[in-house]
């Protein structure tokens, strides 16, 4: 049997606005001449399609593979999912999509099993779709990529042909040399940064102007060390906030730890040192992530955030493992004009492998393998509902121990059960000052204790996911 995703779910999945409301229109029975659903095996199968009415120019068709997810739609829209695959989404989640033993040829050949996410129109997965769960391109052609440490949009470099292991300036020694003289250019900066921190201290936290951070912010970049440019550059909001004080010297000590760290980093244990040199702004390659270990879990997807910096967006989406108990975050983006991976669907679970980015804490993973649960027949469905949560004292024992491998952690997700929501708090903890007053939370609590998925961050706790007492998934 096939999980129904909720209405809330499938708004979720709308690019903007526009596109929601244009979705709520099309989900009329009357704008699709057909329409139906061809059953796959396992909670995670399945193929969506219908033909919906377009106008002058006769019929789009547009179909929805359920394991992926994977969207086709043949309208010309640059949306994805389109307003079309919304609409259709959400007249299956209604109910009002009936089974059908097959579906139409045009279908089958869009979406099949065999082809897996390559599936996906270019339109819907963007040109992430070849790099797997919208991993910013790298050596792929011009374009934008995300620096891994400050969120930063910078230029990605064309892809160039893999030069002979020599002794030239393009073999091992070349590039040793040339990692080399980075660190010394990235020491340099830091040992700037350190004196200015001290002075800093010295003169008084209110004297430092806003041109003070950006001219320090492009020394940093000039030396190579954009993490820390990114950092020092949000500095200047930090002191437009309450309470900035304590705020700016708390960053300011978080980036004199760092310096240091940078500086002894050949003391310290190989993750804590590789968690520094990312931080810094050292890059990790695809290959070398999913190289590593994979952890193969039930994921329970339990939120996503969209935001966007320097002309560049970019999607958090938060897992827990239900065996491992393991949280994960993975990122996708998109330069303006393409679209965000919408792979993963919140409030649904996912077979996955997932490899993490290495590090003393690690928490930013790739998904690296998608498993096809294979269901007997007659078989129960999947249970529904809230995934595993904890309680307050042990979700704050989880990110203690994360702070003390990662010192730098400023966000982390938690799933809290048996929680009642208060207009600043959630369960005693603090939230986050932008969250406050969580009228929608409050409102599916109704006083009741209930489980929440929330993004933890040292200025208090973002809600992102609950469920009601039916086990349906609310987005917040």
Avoid at 165 to 174: C, I, L, Y
Wanted: proline share 10%; hydrophobic share 40%; glycine share 12%.
């Amino acid at each position: 049997m096939i999980e129904r995703w909720s209405r809330e779910q499938v708004l979720a999945l709308a690019p903007d606005a526009p596109s929601r409301n244009a979705a709520q229109v099309v989900a009329a029975p009357g704008r699709w001449v057909a329409y139906g659903l061809r059953a796959g095996h396992g909670a995670a199968g399945g193929v969506v399609f219908g033909e919906c009415l377009g106008g002058s120019s006769g019929r789009y068709q547009a179909c929805v593979h359920l394991g992926e997810p994977a969207y086709q739609c043949t309208c010309p829209g640059r949306e994805s999912p389109c307003e079309h695959v919304l609409g259709l989404l959400l007249l299956w989640s209604s109910g009002g999509v009936p089974e059908a033993p097959y579906a139409p040829e045009w279908a089958e050949k869009r979406l099949t099993p065999a082809s897996g996410p390559a599936a996906r129109s270019s339109r819907a997965a963007g040109p992430e779709a070849a790099g797997g769960q919208g991993e910013p391109a790298t050596g792929q052609g011009p374009g934008l990529r995300r620096d891994a440490a400050t969120g930063a949009g910078v230029p990605s470099e064309p892809a160039r042909a893999p030069r002979p292991v020599t002794s030239q300036p393009g073999g091992p020694r070349g590039r040793a040399g040339g990692e080399s003289a980075r660190h010394g250019r990235v020491a340099a900066g830091l040992a700037e940064l350190e004196r200015w921190l001290a002075d800093q201290v010295r003169q008084g936290l209110a004297s430092t102007a806003e041109h003070d951070w950006d001219g320090l912010a492009k020394r940093l970049v000039d030396a190579q060390a954009p993490g820390v440019a990114g950092v020092v550059s949000r500095l200047a909001g930090v002191r437009s906030e309450p309470g900035w004080p304590q705020r700016l010297l708390e960053e300011y000590a978080l980036l004199d730890l760092l310096a240091v760290a940078y500086r002894r980093r050949a003391e310290l244990p190989a993750p804590l040192a590789r968690t520094v040199l990312s931080r810094c702004g050292f890059p990790v390659a695809r290959e070398e992530v999913l190289a590593g270990p994979v952890v193969r879990d039930l994921w329970d997807v339990i939120g996503r955030r969209d935001e966007e910096q320097d002309r560049l967006a970019s999607r958090r989406v938060w897992l827990r493992g239900r065996q491992t108990g393991r949280p994960a975050l993975v990122l996708s983006f998109a330069a303006p004009g393409q679209e965000l991976d919408a792979s993963l669907v919140t409030g649904t679970t996912v077979d996955a492998g997932l490899a993490f980015y290495p590090g003393a804490a690690p928490l930013r993973a790739l998904v690296a393998t998608r498993h096809q649960p294979v269901e007997e027949p007659g078989a129960a469905a999947p249970a529904q509902g809230p995934p595993p949560g904890l309680g307050v004292d042990a979700a704050l024992d989880e990110v203690a121990e994360a702070l003390a491998g990662d010192p730098w952690t400023d966000s982390w997700p938690l799933v809290l059960s048996g929680v009642v929501p208060e207009r600043a708090a959630l369960g005693g903890l603090p939230l986050h000052p932008r969250a406050r007053d969580p009228w929608r939370l409050i409102a599916v609590s109704g006083g009741r204790p209930l489980t929440v998925a929330a993004e933890w961050t040292p200025l208090g706790l973002r809600p992102l996911t609950t469920w009601d007492d039916d086990g349906t998934v609310v987005t917040l």
